[in-house]
């Protein structure tokens, strides 16, 4: 198997909350090239689960293996781009690009390479301009060539398009679909988007919550493009949506309980 | 260009107002003198050398001053930033140390070393280097934690992530400490060189003040307002204006 998890768990530990045990007995197994997503209520350990195999965060219990071998750090053979706008203000597009490419090229080497991944998101104009100066779509596309360039062998995806109107998070997946194909990675996608992960994936793995746990886990065979209102798309969602609407019950109901506990 | 009329037209009717209370002999011309022996003063002033002598002295003080005090406050607000040990032995202290005024360093820095320049400078050091030192610590504490979990994720670590990711992400707060480090020693500044024997803008005024030279008196403190004015305008604010844009911290 290519990227394995086994039995992982996280348990946070605050000074004053004291032990939070976000998710537990997570069990997957992806393989190479395979394109998943992972759908959950919020807060039930998503983005904890992606920075894990990013090596961001610590494994409390369990072992993940990428390739046979043993994730406990950070390294090149994963990008991950993340939920929060993390492109460096202070280099431009080109240079944030290129600032993963420091160690393995030489200078011109990684901006000829940084051309190459900003060309295959369509930003190669802009690559003299600051963040500032780019929409957030375009942020995003410059994340994902910055986290395509130093070529991982994984691509993490912290809902890459969570804040974008819904026109250009169509043109966005579809430009990630091109580059999917032609790039061969194994993705791994978090998203809140039911509609976005049965269009874009081959697997879409669900998280309930209280505890965070994987609940369910469709594979999506449904030949791409694939289109809004073909029914098997409506099908998938259809399904996905009563299985999470349950889980999100539960999270309003706890929150409510503890409003009105006395 | 209508705001530039407004503060024009607001100067001309100081002025006229301060020539009236002149020309209407309610004071002696040594406490009320007119603008234009004021003009005519630091005209003359310049021309003779002395005002010059004195801006370049004040100027060597600042610079050597400032200087020293970026460099020491950057060292310790980067020492305080980065070690939490260092932050929780000696940052309060830091906060008490940037809470006295400069001038109450002056009769320690005399007694240190005398009325001369080095006591100025020392003065002008002591104003500065603590306010730089709590920014460039906030500096450090503000770096958003965001940019450190990219930066590792690209293979950036240890030393890598300080000098790649830490300091430019500082940058902003760090102009704005070099800003606040500058004011602080510009004040300070005055205040050593009133206290010391010179040269200095400082001392010409306590020079004027000795021989009762309003005239003077007066032409020195607008030099004084005019360079603060000034550096502050073109040099800092601009500066700072900008980074704070390329950093997307600015909303327009
Ligand atoms: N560093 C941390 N310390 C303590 N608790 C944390 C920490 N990071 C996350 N948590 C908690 O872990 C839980 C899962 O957080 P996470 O960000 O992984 O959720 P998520 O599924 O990505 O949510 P969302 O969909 O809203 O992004 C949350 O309850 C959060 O409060
Ligand atoms: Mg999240």
């Given at each position: 198997m290519f990227l394995e998890l086994k039995d992982v768990a996280k348990t946070f530990t605050g000074e004053k909350q004291g032990a939070f045990e976000v998710f537990s007995d997570i069990d997957l197994s992806i393989e190479e090239n395979q394109f998943v997503s992972i759908l959950g209520p919020s807060g039930c350990g998503k983005s904890t689960l992606l920075a894990m195999v990013a090596g961001l965060e610590s494994l409390t219990e369990g072992e993940m293996k990428l390739e046979g071998e043993q994730v406990n750090s950070p390294g090149p053979d994963r990008g991950m781009v993340f939920q929060?706008?993390?492109?460096?203000?202070?280099?431009n597009v080109q240079e944030n690009v290129t600032f993963p490419l420091k160690h393995m090229y030489s200078k011109a080497e990684a901006q000829k390479r940084a051309n190459d991944f900003l060309k295959m998101v369509h930003l190669s104009r802009f690559k003299?301009?600051?963040?500032?100066?780019?929409s957030g779509g375009m942020q995003q596309r410059v994340a994902i060539a910055r986290a395509l360039a130093m070529d991982p062998k994984v691509l993490l995806m912290d809902e890459p398009f969570g804040a974008l109107d819904e026109q250009t998070r169509h043109i966005l997946h579809d430009e990630l679909m091109t580059i999917w194909r032609e790039t061969q990675k194994t993705i791994l996608f978090v998203t809140h988007s039911i509609q976005e992960a049965v269009k874009l994936s081959d697997r879409v793995v669900v998280m309930g919550t209280?505890?965070?746990?994987?609940i369910a886990d469709y594979s999506?065979?449904?030949?791409?493009?694939?289109?809004?209102?073909h029914p098997d798309v409506i099908q998938y969602e259809k399904q996905i949506m009563s299985l999470l609407e349950v889980e999100i019950n539960k999270v309003l109901k706890e929150e409510l309980n503890y409003e009105n506990r006395d | 260009m209508k705001i530039a009329i407004k503060r024009l037209l607001f100067i001309i009717v100081i002025l006229g107002l301060w020539e009236g209370i002149h020309l209407a002999n309610f004071y002696p011309d040594y406490i009320v003198p007119s603008p234009i022996t004021v003009f005519d003063t630091l005209i003359n002033g310049f021309i003779q050398g002395d005002l010059l002598t004195a801006l370049g002295a004040s100027f060597k003080h600042l610079i050597i001053g400032l200087s020293l005090s970026i460099l020491i406050g950057t060292l310790l607000g980067v020492i305080l930033g980065k070690s939490k040990q260092a932050d929780e032995t000696a940052g309060m202290y830091l906060i008490a140390l940037q809470s006295?005024?400069?001038?109450?360093w002056v009769p320690l820095a005399i007694l240190l070393f005398g009325f001369g320049e080095l006591a100025v400078i020392f003065v002008v050091v002591v104003g500065g280097t603590f306010v730089m030192a709590l920014n460039v610590r906030s500096a450090i504490h503000s770096v958003p934690p965001q940019f450190l979990r990219a930066a590792r994720t690209m293979d950036a670590r240890g030393f890598e992530l300080f000098y790649r990711v830490e300091i430019p992400a500082s940058i902003p707060y760090f102009i704005q400490g070099v800003r606040l480090a500058w004011a602080f020693s510009w004040r300070a500044l005055m205040a050593g060189e009133f206290l010391s024997n010179g040269p200095g803008l400082g001392y010409s005024l306590s020079f004027a003040q000795d021989y009762a030279r309003m005239d003077q008196v007066i032409g020195i403190i607008i030099i004084i307002g005019v360079i603060g004015a000034v550096v502050d305008q073109l040099v800092f604010s601009k500066l700072e204006r900008n980074v704070m844009k390329r950093w997307g911290l600015l909303n327009s």
């Open positions: 929060e706008p993390s492109l460096f203000p202070w280099l003299e301009h600051y963040t500032y100066e780019l209280r505890p965070g746990k994987i999506i065979d449904i030949p791409r493009p694939r289109h809004r209102d | 006295i005024p400069s001038i109450v």
